[in-house]
């Protein structure tokens, strides 16, 4: 199976700072990587697909980059809405596999 | 505007198995494009892939489920079943059902997800 590693598994920030999570792949996956986001007794929600597309409906200061081992999730200018929990899923090859999750919680 | 609805018992008891159902509307789960999946979350934790179906009735599953797992589907009633073998525990989660894109590889339409607890 592809472990993926998330990093920071918190982080704390402000209204109006750029946040940056990074998820590591344990072997290179292309650019299938997927970026989901979750609120407290919700579902997740697709942010980002194929490392760095934009899913319809998500705000422009959400963005995502990378390919191989090493992908980002970039959010600039963070909204009140923002403070969730951040996941990264491979979709490389079955079984799908998460990474651990990065919350981002008011500083 | 598509709609997962996840439905089931919400308390299992140990060794019992646990059966959920997706029901899905304003699609239809024999489409080429996609395929329908399963992921649970235990309380405070991460997320999990079960399985995935697709529309021929091709199954993947997670290898550490697999053993213990059935995913199954009903065009008819537009449905797609779980079924999970021998529960403990540590299989107390919210259950979320997924449409997963195939050509692109991603959940883009959930559940709500619901709670099931197991214990005695």
């Known amino acids: 199976d592809i472990q993926m590693t998330q990093s920071p598994s918190s982080v704390s920030a402000s209204v109006g700072d750029r946040v940056t999570i990074t998820c590591r792949a344990s072997?290179?996956?292309?650019?299938?990587l997927d970026w989901y986001q979750q609120k407290p007794g919700q579902a997740p929600k697709l942010l980002i697909f194929v490392a760095s597309s934009l899913q319809s409906g998500v705000p422009s200061r959400f963005s995502g980059s990378g390919s191989g081992t090493d992908f980002t999730l970039t959010i600039n200018s963070l909204q009140p809405e923002d403070f969730a929990t951040y996941y990264c899923q491979q979709s490389n090859i079955f079984p799908l596999t998460f990474g651990g999750g990065t919350k981002v919680e008011i500083k | 505007q598509l709609q997962l609805q996840e439905s089931g018992p919400g308390l299992v008891k140990p060794s019992e198995t646990l059966s959920l159902t997706c029901t899905v509307s304003g699609g239809s789960i024999s489409s080429s494009t996609y395929y329908w999946g399963w992921i649970r979350q235990p309380p405070g934790k991460g997320l999990e892939w079960i399985g995935n179906?697709?529309?021929?009735?091709?199954?993947y599953y997670n290898p550490s489920l697999k053993s213990r797992v059935t995913i199954s589907s009903d065009a008819s009633k537009n449905q797609v079943s779980l079924k999970l073998g021998s529960v403990t525990a540590a299989d107390t989660a919210v259950y979320f059902c997924?449409?997963?894109?195939?050509?692109?590889?991603?959940?883009?339409?959930w559940g709500q997800g619901t709670l099931v607890t197991v214990s005695s």
């Open positions: 179906i697709y529309y021929t009735g091709n199954t």
């Open positions: 997924g449409r997963y894109n195939k050509p692109t590889g991603y959940f883009d339409y």
């Open positions: 072997e290179g996956i292309s650019s299938w």
